[in-house]
């Protein structure tokens, strides 16, 4: 730890030097890119606490449009708490490339800045490139702090890249980042209210496989019965001994009793080591080559079974090729990411989990109130926070809030495939039905629901940025 604060400590003169240069950030190229890409591609820091030392790394890229300023600017966060955002939402998932083998990237053909201008953001501090200089900041984060810190680097963005100013801002995240997005999204419209200040354009918010309610978004015990992961036992014993609230609230204050602890070995016992706990349909990425991880992958697809498990699915091999090219030198630099040992969420930053309890329903309620867009979607194949559960908090926010139906929940379509099956409500203004609240699952979605589901979940984007309904079949 020490020697971690002391890099950090050498690294933030070593940003104060480049900081200067970076009036305007200069386009970036990242290394083994395809050579014709059109839209222009921005990162480096901003700094949210100069007193701190303390600065959020962030990547833009532009709009694939001939117009980049006729699109939105959406803003990215991945959740964990401490998960970056480059390396799950760049790389991983709806970025514009990604790294096809040890030195190139391929064109994402799912990519979102295909329907907005994208801002990814690392944060909290200690997360991905991001840091302070003050040891202290890595122990004292928690849901609002992080908040401030957003907020105040949207703000300093803004100011040096201007030009979007005046542009339609969605805010967009997943997991934990159902705490980071409407809190962030609370502070924006407060931003709002005060005098002399040119107004964001805050128009939606969209949050895959959200927590929101650590009593009711989690609940993966039955989800892992259902799919028969677990036995009928053990399911008895996580509801009758020790469920999955009281696990979790007795992990975040730190006296995890025996009995829940042996619930939970036993539930870890029966699903076994090998499986990913975010997508239940994920293969492992095998210790082989390249071309033997490739014919093993091509012999499943042969398979009638494998066609189904792998249609769309996640490269089970894209995360340690992610991880490879993002510590690079060379990848680094072109980033103008101050070198460190990146991963994907470990890190120094110790949040405080005692926020993982805080719930997100009144603020998101407040949000839709306000007259802010809320799209729920969830991968159906995720068992850390199963979609039963979402759904059961957009029905209730609903019927608390008196929005009515605008569609019956049943299948939508993405290329004339089901890609999940979703309801969307709303109320009438100005003598329009206007949507307020969308619940999609989307098939085959693991956690990262854009990793297995890609072609889905643009088809989701695209729809959210619209403010229409997803696409129905067609009534012959």
């Known amino acids: 730890m020490a020697s971690r604060i002391l890099s950090i400590v050498i690294s933030f003169i070593y940003f104060s030097f480049l900081a200067k ?68 939402g760049v790389l991983m998932e709806h970025g514009p490339f990604q790294p096809k083998d040890n030195r190139l990237l391929a064109k994402n053909k799912y990519s979102w800045n295909l329907e907005s201008n994208m801002l990814y953001v690392d944060s909290p501090i200690g997360v991905g490139f991001s840091y302070s200089n003050t040891s202290s900041d890595y122990t004292s984060y928690n849901d609002t702090t992080t908040a401030e810190d957003n907020l105040k680097f949207l703000l300093n963005w803004l100011e040096k890249f201007p030009k979007y100013k005046n542009s339609d801002l969605y805010l967009a995240g997943e997991s934990y980042a159902g705490h980071f997005i409407p809190q962030l999204a609370s502070l924006l419209l407060e931003y709002n209210k005060k005098p002399n200040i040119r107004p964001i354009k805050l128009k939606g918010v969209a949050l895959g496989n959200p927590l929101l309610d650590l009593d009711i978004s989690i609940a993966f015990a039955e989800n892992l019965w259902s799919h028969g992961a677990i036995s009928d036992e053990t399911l008895m014993l996580e509801k009758t001994v020790c469920k999955i609230s009281r696990y979790f609230k007795e992990f975040v204050h730190n006296n995890l009793s025996k009995e829940c602890s042996d619930v939970f070995d036993r539930i870890n016992k029966e699903v076994g080591d090998e499986l990913d706990r975010n997508d239940l349909l994920s293969l492992q990425c095998l210790p082989s080559t390249e071309a033997e991880q ?76 306000s007259d802010i867009p809320i799209m729920f979607y969830s991968g159906d194949q995720d068992t850390k926070i199963p979609l039963t559960q979402t759904r059961i908090i957009a029905n ?66 695209r729809v959210f940025l619209s403010g229409s309904l997803l696409p129905a079949p067609k009534v012959s």
């Open 21 to 88: 240069s970076f009036a305007k950030p200069p386009v970036t190229t990242l290394p083994g890119q395809p050579t014709h890409v059109s839209f222009k591609q921005y990162s480096g820091y901003i700094v949210t606490d100069a007193a701190h030392g303390r600065a959020l790394f962030y990547y833009l890229v532009e709009a694939d449009s001939a117009h980049p300023l006729s699109r939105p600017l959406t803003l990215w966060l991945n959740g964990g708490p401490g998960c970056s955002s480059v390396g799950f």
């Open 294 to 369: 490739f014919r093993a992958a091509k012999a499943i697809m042969h398979s009638n079974i494998g066609a189904v498990l792998l249609r769309g699915a996640g490269d089970p091999c894209l995360p340690d090729r992610i991880l490879a090219y993002l510590n690079k030198p060379v990848v680094q630099k072109a980033l103008h990411a101050v070198p460190t040992n990146w991963s994907f969420c470990a890190g120094p930053l110790q949040y405080q989990m005692e926020s993982l309890a805080t719930n997100m329903i009144p603020i998101i309620s407040d949000l839709l109130k």
């Open 396 to 461: 209730a926010m609903a019927k608390s809030l008196k929005l009515v139906p605008l569609t019956s929940y049943g299948p939508w379509y993405d290329n004339k495939q089901v890609g999940g099956w979703a309801q969307s409500f709303g109320k009438q203004r100005e003598g329009k039905n206007v949507t307020y609240l969308t619940f999609a699952t989307v098939r085959g979605g693991s956690h990262e629901v854009p990793y297995t589901s890609p072609s889905q979940t643009l088809t989701l984007f």
